[in-house]
């Protein structure tokens, strides 16, 4: 699979975002798509993902309540919205691609996108 991101960039505390996974080279609703971030000096750390053949997604802990994955088959691509966003949430957001349903595990995921900033400062 082939994934590009898009849709970072700098937004003020408690500000909202959007970010975009395209998807190419693979069948699309056969795959699981995971949103992840990566932080300075800090580990990986995996955010939701979304099965796309059946819709059925997961959130980590720290995201639950804020951020939303939606798929579009249509265009092969999964969104992250991402509302009320802090300055902790300043990161790396990569997307990732694996066959068949989700798993919170970053290894389980094959293909990675190039990663898009995201900047949460005022």
């Known amino acids: 699979a082939h ?9 003020q505390p408690g500000g909202s ?7 190419s080279g693979v ?11 990566q932080a300075p ?15 059925g997604s997961y959130y980590g802990d720290s ?3 804020r951020f939303t994955i939606s798929s579009d088959i249509t265009r092969s691509t999964v969104d992250l919205q991402m ?4 300055p902790e949430d300043t990161a790396i957001y990569y997307c990732a ?16 996108g190039q990663g898009t900033q995201v900047t949460v400062s005022s």
């Open 83 to 86: 509302h009320s966003l802090k």
């Open 3 to 11: 994934l590009v991101e898009s849709g970072g960039g700098l937004v």
């Open 97 to 112: 691609s694996k066959w068949g349903i989700c798993y919170s595990d970053d290894y389980e995921f094959d293909d990675w």
């Open 27 to 37: 069948s699309f609703e056969k795959y699981a798509i995971g949103w992840f971030r």
């Open 63 to 65: 995201v639950k309540e």
């Open 17 to 23: 975002l959007r970010l975009s996974c395209k998807v």
């Open 41 to 55: 000096g800090k580990e990986r750390e995996g955010l939701s993902c979304i099965f796309n053949n059946d819709g």
